[in-house]
């Protein structure tokens, strides 16, 4: 896919032009396409397409236009759903905006380097994307206005460094001179459009209108603005008057001593991963006159700023000057910090009456001066740096000042362009991707240098990501990181990073003390804070996650208004603004760190603690309720908002023995843990809580004892685990009997599927008929478990069929999902593959919805056997590959194994043997990797060993596998997965010469199966393979004798079948 948005918005898909009708998709599209490759949330894309209107329900109201847009897109797999919002995944060159920005950077850094030829060739590139006014058609609110703005801002930049280039490498066309004029005719005001039409004029032997066209720049600046032109167009003016050339220097001001024009110092190290930045930078300074870059300690803001400098010192007549302000402790000082740097002669600031003198004085010196000030590290002089700011600029119009500081210098005309750390990898990432990553990239740079031998394979990528994640991205804490590696083995630095400020030490010799220790770097902005933002800093540091005010209000109470506190931390770098349609903020690890250790030095870390995890169990228990209606999806984003939160709430609750709190917090999060999809985790966590000992509210302890049962038969099948026990039993049923919780209505069911007690479970369950329909639909979902596992699909059918509309009514989507799931599989079974489909795709939809992409993805494999069982092999093969092979990097190491065992079946059906070995061998290896051992799964894997030593010949091996899958299906009570792997039983026999006993095997099967006489695609081609080598009659006899079975005599011929001895090989 690629978009267009530098004209009429542009889509095209497969190399074919897309039509996107409506303002509100194309402004859906546009928004996402600013942003490709990035999670998107909700709150700003509500935001950029309504803005002061945002729907009640913007969650919702996004679904819709979303899934509009993807039906006019095809149905593009790249608009994808994240945790609390979406992204249009791809590369950001397939956005013409994005590649012109880069282009435009890159033509920008050619230039400043002097190759003149070749930044003019990247700048024509990145001009001849624009196909009229950008992001024409897309929603009118102030979002995009400003987004075009700042796009048609860049676009004249780009042409202003086009003509420049090829002025100076004497490519400008004949037109050069007509379309400057028609540029100044729309920005009359713009100096350098004016100094470049004077230059084209003079290069083209015009001389005399050059000369006028100055003079008529001067006058107007006179009668408007009462001003002269700036030192760099006068140069340019003497060049015309003397005919000189484009090349020459410019003049310098009055009392500056003869020299080099700048004091840059020249980088020793790469320079890494800011380009956005540098481009943001030449944008704003070409807008306005100040821009203070703004970030925490160690970000690389000082890096930033002279690496800018140095690239557009040559657009500067009168240079660039570089002034360090740390080593400063008196405000007075700061104007004499400027002249020593800027080398004026001596007697300059004689007969002066302090600072404000001093400061007049210079203002006169640079008033006709072009030139830019890089003011370094303002933080402790903000005061004094911005007044000295402000009258310099107000006085000196050719004055540009480029500032870092750990805080805005808040004065007007300033513009700020945060400095954050540099990007880090989500876990999971490819070795190409990480690779590709701004942090890891500087990271691994600086590695090189300290440690040359070391080879950047899989696993040293992936520790160095590791290192990167852990050191928030923090350029200095990653450099004093890879300097330890003189030392300490990678991985070994990994391991203490928990340690972080014993460790980071020992950095340049030559930097500022506070920059050779991460400590000290954090310790001097903690000088920077009285007494009581010390305290609201340190209490803040219990959120391990996003801080929202009436969080930070509750834990750490500041003495005035919560906002206002937080956004003094805020223009001190300490916390960052996190985008999003409600107030967040956020704690670097590094900062958190700190504010740990001061937390726990002033003796208030458990209490802090203990607030934090009574304000997240008032929000879950909040938040619970409504995960099973129609808000869920906006409560679901809330809780996935808060998520680490909520888990460090539950972690000191149970660390403190805090039963109560404990199990309130897991009986109000497991359903959201539930519909996670991770079923494996959310049994660990609610078996963590209620093993606490100590009283708890007895209706919370059956609710979280339930959601455990309930993830324990999702993530590892119907087996009894030691945990349930009698005394569990009659606390349920006390809770259940006192009116409870509506999850409770699971409990019997659940603990009959544990017991194997099929009959007993269904008589408990009855008629599930609950007044509350999302009582009544789980219910019957539940009990659809029993009823495939007691091999009795059409009451299975009816039930799901019952549940799906009942949550349909409630507008619960997981239910809904989970229904609609089982649903598709007994369609399957029962030979209805087109409608499976169906079923199986809105199931998938709603899935990622939700978030659960491993749960969509297993469901995916279900689909691909939907459309097997349909007939359609290639797409349900696409589908697969897709899934295993495709961007999602977060797959489970399940889901995983599922996908390459639905592949290993495919290639056994296509006759290709080593591509189904391949696939197996992915499984295995991925199963291994699985943090618990998943009985169904290893049951699915054995099965389809057997099928693949089948095939190689080793019928006896095949027996083998065959066994044991057998009786893992058996242990877990799983029917359905018996009946499968009878199945394998009835092929291995017919490879055995066993035709009549293999059609007997198979109408056992579907007994077990529950269908009998519904013969999906795999047991079509066996029973027709089966009527070829017996006749039909004789076929029907055997299969009817099988079909005729009882479950129990069923399972005793499976079993008998598996030891049967292998027949001679004349036999065969």
């Known amino acids: 896919m690629r978009v267009g948005i530098l004209g009429t918005l542009e889509v095209v898909v497969d190399e074919e032009r897309t039509q996107v009708g409506g303002s509100r998709l194309r402004a859906v599209l546009a928004r996402l396409a600013l942003e490709a490759g990035r999670v998107v949330t909700v709150e700003s894309l509500a935001e950029a397409i309504w803005w002061a209107d945002v729907p009640s329900d913007p969650v919702n109201a996004l679904h819709t236009l979303v899934s509009r847009l993807r039906r006019a897109l095809g149905g593009a797999s790249e608009l994808r759903w994240s945790q609390?919002?979406?992204?249009?995944?791809?590369?950001?060159?397939?956005?013409?905006?994005?590649?012109?920005?880069?282009?435009?950077?890159?033509g920008r850094r050619a230039l400043a380097d002097g190759r003149a030829a070749i930044a003019a060739s990247h700048l024509r590139e990145a001009l001849a994307l624009w196909r009229g006014e950008p992001l024409a058609g897309t929603a009118q609110t102030p979002y995009f206005e400003a987004a075009a703005g700042r796009l048609r801002e860049l676009r004249l930049a780009a042409i202003e460094d086009r003509v420049d280039a090829e002025l100076l490498s004497g490519t400008a066309g004949n037109d050069v001179v007509a379309e400057l004029g028609e540029l100044i005719a729309a920005h009359p005001l713009r100096e350098r459009l004016r100094g470049l039409h004077i230059r084209a004029l003079r290069d083209s032997g015009r001389r005399a209108e050059a000369l006028a066209a100055y003079e008529e720049f001067r006058g107007f600046l006179a009668n408007e603005l009462g001003a002269d032109p700036g030192q760099r167009l006068q140069d340019i003016h003497l060049s015309a008057l003397r005919g000189g050339a484009a090349e020459e220097e410019p003049a310098g001001w009055p009392g500056r001593a003869a020299g080099p024009r700048t004091n840059l110092p020249k980088g020793l190290t790469s320079f890494v991963g800011r380009e956005r930045e540098l481009g943001r930078i030449a944008a704003d300074l070409t807008e306005g006159r100040l821009v203070t870059l703004t970030g925490p300690g160690g970000a690389g803001k000082t890096r930033l700023a002279t690496a800018f400098a140095g690239r557009v010192a040559e657009d500067y007549a009168d240079g660039v000057w570089l002034v360090e302000l740390a080593k400063l402790d008196d405000p007075e000082d700061v104007p004499g910090a400027v002249i020593g740097v800027l080398g004026l002669r001596e007697g300059i600031l004689d007969g002066a009456e302090g600072p404000r003198d001093a400061v007049t004085r210079l203002a006169d010196v640079l008033s006709g001066a072009e030139a830019m000030l890089v003011l370094d590290n303002c933080e402790h002089l903000i005061d004094a740096v911005a007044r000295l700011v402000e009258d310099l600029l107000g006085r000196c119009p050719g004055l540009r000042v480029l500032a870092t500081s750990r805080e805005p210098l808040g004065i007007g005309g300033e513009m700020l362009c945060p400095v954050n750390p540099l990007l880090v990898p989500e876990p999971g990432a490819s070795t190409a991707a990480l690779l590709q990553t701004p942090s890891i990239r500087l990271f691994l740079d600086r590695v090189a240098a300290v440690r040359p031998d070391?080879?950047?394979?899989?696993?040293?990528?992936?520790?160095?990501a590791e290192i990167c994640r852990r050191l928030d991205g923090l350029p200095l804490a990653m450099e004093l990181a890879a300097a330890r590696l003189r030392a300490l083995p990678l991985g070994e630095l990994a391991r203490r990073l928990d340690e972080r400020f014993q460790l980071l030490t020992g950095g340049s010799r030559t930097a500022l003390p506070r920059h050779q220790t991460l400590r000290a770097v954090v310790d001097w902005s903690w000088e920077l804070l009285d007494g009581e933002e010390r305290r609201f800093l340190q209490r803040l540091a219990v959120f391990p996650a996003t801080i929202t005010p009436a969080g930070a209000e509750r834990v750490a109470a500041p003495s005035g208004h919560v906002l206002d506190a937080l956004h003094a931390l805020v223009d001190k770098s300490l916390l960052q603004v996190v985008d999003g349609h409600e107030a967040r903020y956020r704690m670097l690890e590094t900062i958190r760190e700190y504010g740990l250790e001061r937390l726990e030095k002033a003796g208030e870390r458990d209490e802090a603690r203990a607030a934090h995890a009574a304000f997240f169990l008032e929000f879950a228990e909040r938040a619970e309720p409504h995960l099973r209606g129609r808000d869920q999806l906006r409560w679901l984003s809330a809780l996935a908002d808060e998520h680490d939160n909520l888990i460090a709430a539950l972690n000191f609750a149970c660390e403190s023995g805090d039963a109560s709190t404990a199990v309130r917090l897991a009986a109000a999060l497991g359903y959201f843990w539930t519909m996670q999809g991770d079923h494996a985790e959310a049994t660990r966590r609610l078996r963590r809580a209620l093993e606490v000992p100590g009283e708890a509210p007895e209706v919370a302890w059956a609710t979280a004892a339930t959601l455990h049962l309930f993830n324990l038969v999702l993530s590892e099948g119907p087996r009894k685990p030691q945990f349930v026990t009698d005394g569990m039993r009659r606390r349920i049923r006390r809770a259940r009997g006192a009116g409870g919780h509506p999850m409770l209505v699971l409990a019997e069911v659940?603990?009959?599927?544990?017991?194997?007690?099929?009959?007993?479970?269904?008589?408990?369950?009855?008629?599930?008929g609950a007044p509350d329909p999302w009582t009544d639909a789980m219910a019957r979902l539940v009990r659809s478990f029993l009823l495939a596992n007691s091999g009795n699909m059409d009451a299975m059918r009816r039930e799901l069929e019952t549940a799906v509309e009942k949550f349909r009514v409630v507008g619960e989507r997981w239910g809904l999902a989970m229904a609609l799931t089982f649903l598709g599989g007994s369609q399957t079974a029962l030979g209805a593959g087109g409608e499976a489909v169906r079923v199986l795709e809105e199931s998938i939809r709603l899935m990622r919805e939700l978030g659960a992409a491993d749960e969509a993805f297993q469901q995916r494999i279900w689909l691909a056997e939907a459309r097997i069982q349909a007939g359609d092999l290639e797409r349900a093969r696409a589908d697969l590959l897709e899934a295993a092979e495709g961007r999602n990097l977060r797959l489970s190491a399940r889901a995983t194994a599922l996908i390459r065992k639905s592949l290993c079946d495919l290639a056994l059906d296509a006759g290709d043997l080593a591509e189904a070995e391949r696939h197996l061998a992915v499984?295995?290896?991925?199963?291994?990797?699985?943090?618990?051992?998943?009985?169904?799964?290893?049951?699915?894997?054995?099965?389809?060993?057997?099928?693949?030593?089948?095939?190689?010949?080793?019928?006896?091996?095949?027996?083998?596998?065959?066994?044991?899958?057998?009786?893992?299906?058996?242990?877990?009570?799983?029917?359905?997965?018996?009946?499968?792997?009878?199945?394998?039983?009835?092929?291995?026999?017919?490879r055995m010469g066993r035709p009549e006993l293999a059609a007997e095997v198979l109408g056992a099967c579907h007994v077990l199966h529950g269908a009998p006489g519904?013969?999906?695609?795999?047991?079509?081609?066996?029973?027709?393979?089966?009527?070829?080598?017996l006749g039909r009659d004789p076929f029907d006899s055997a299969y009817g004798k099988g079909a005729a079975l009882e479950h129990q005599g069923a399972l005793d011929l499976l079993d008998a079948s598996c030891k049967a001895p292998e027949p001679a090989s004349g036999t065969r």
């Open 750 to 768: 659940l603990l009959a599927l544990m017991d194997n007690d099929l009959d007993g479970g269904l008589a408990v369950a009855g008629d599930p």
């Open 923 to 990: 499984a295995a290896r991925s199963l291994d990797l699985a943090p618990s051992k998943d009985t169904l799964l290893v049951a699915m894997l054995e099965s389809v060993c057997g099928r693949v030593a089948a095939a190689t010949g080793d019928l006896t091996g095949a027996q083998r596998y065959l066994a044991e899958a057998l009786r893992l299906a058996r242990d877990v009570a799983d029917l359905p997965l018996v009946a499968a792997v009878g199945v394998g039983i009835a092929r291995l026999q017919l």
């Open 454 to 464: 070391l080879a950047f394979g899989a696993d040293v990528v992936e520790t160095a």
């Open 1014 to 1029: 519904a013969f999906g695609r795999d047991d079509a081609l066996l029973a027709d393979k089966l009527r070829e080598a």
């Open 84 to 106: 609390g919002g979406y992204r249009l995944d791809i590369p950001v060159e397939a956005v013409d905006a994005l590649l012109f920005e880069d282009l435009a950077v890159e």
